[in-house]
């Protein structure tokens, strides 16, 4: 039986949602831009931080771990009732319980009810499968293929959410990566942050960390190796190490590298 990933200052059980603890969302999680940023009515330093299919609840655990704080409100969403029911059972039994909510909504019905602009920081590990069979879980399904939110739908969410200066932070495989990409102009976004992460060094890229802002300006890339000669490298251990216990061993699985910690 399942019992979900301990970190070092909270605990996730994903039990029951469509897609599991995994190195992408750690990666995500430890990557994403969640700065704080002044309120423009109250003048304070405060930060609202959307995560957009929150499954267990994992990104929004990170971003309330960084933002300690308590300068951040984080709301995370999910069409799935199982997965919001997780992560509402995460955030409760973590430190951050009053500065975490999960709901369950549809983000394209959702986001005609609020404010233009409303979110300083975004995170999602959106839906990449755009073709292709279906897992037999529909959970799993809905969490994997684009059907129901396609990356069109998620660049007009995104436009519409994000704060004049606010940022974006999505991880996507290469080829869905770089398709994004190219469809950012017609949403007026453009590209601040971008990682190429590889497996090894003599593997090529397969996941693109992307960083999205309405707001113009140079873009930051970088590339990540995840494991050198039998190891983590310097890079992954420098970037995750807040968060995992103790980094054991790689496995590959499915083409990805997959962590496991005590």
């Not at 929004?60 to 919001?84: C, E, F």
């Not at 990449?128 to 939110?149: I, K, P, S, V, W």
């Not at 890079?235 to 995750?240: N, P, Q, R, S, Y």
Request: glycine letters at 8%; proline letters at 3%.
């Amino acid at each position: 039986m399942n019992k979900g990933f301990t970190f070092k200052q909270f605990h996730v059980d994903d039990h029951g949602c469509g897609m599991p603890v995994s190195t992408d969302g750690v990666l995500l999680g430890a990557w994403a831009w969640v700065s704080s940023c002044r309120d423009s009515q109250t003048q304070v330093n405060r930060q609202t931080i959307l995560d957009i299919g929150c499954g267990s609840g994992l990104l929004s655990l990170m971003a309330a771990q960084r933002t300690q704080s308590g300068t951040a409100d984080i709301l995370a969403l999910d069409i799935d009732p199982a997965a919001v029911t997780a992560a509402g059972k995460n955030f409760s039994a973590s430190l951050w319980s009053v500065r975490l909510r999960a709901e369950r909504q549809d983000i394209r019905e959702w986001v005609r009810s609020q404010p233009k602009g409303r979110f300083q920081a975004i995170l999602c590990n959106p839906p990449y499968f755009n073709h292709g069979e279906q897992a037999n879980c529909q959970r799993r399904a809905t969490a994997r293929h684009t059907d129901t939110l396609s990356h069109s739908e998620l660049l007009s969410c995104l436009q519409y959410l994000l704060a004049p200066a606010g940022q974006a932070s999505l991880i996507l495989p290469v080829y869905e990566g770089e398709a994004l990409l190219t469809m950012l102009a017609d949403y007026g976004l453009h590209c601040r942050r971008l990682c190429r992460v590889k497996s090894t060094a003599a593997k090529p890229v397969h996941r693109l960390l992307i960083a999205l802002s309405p707001q113009d300006g140079d873009c930051d890339e970088t590339q990540l190796t995840i494991n050198q000669q039998g190891q983590y490298s310097a890079g992954f251990t420098a970037l995750t190490r807040d968060f995992y216990l103790k980094l054991l061993s790689c496995q590959r699985a499915a083409g990805i590298i997959q962590v496991f910690v005590l």
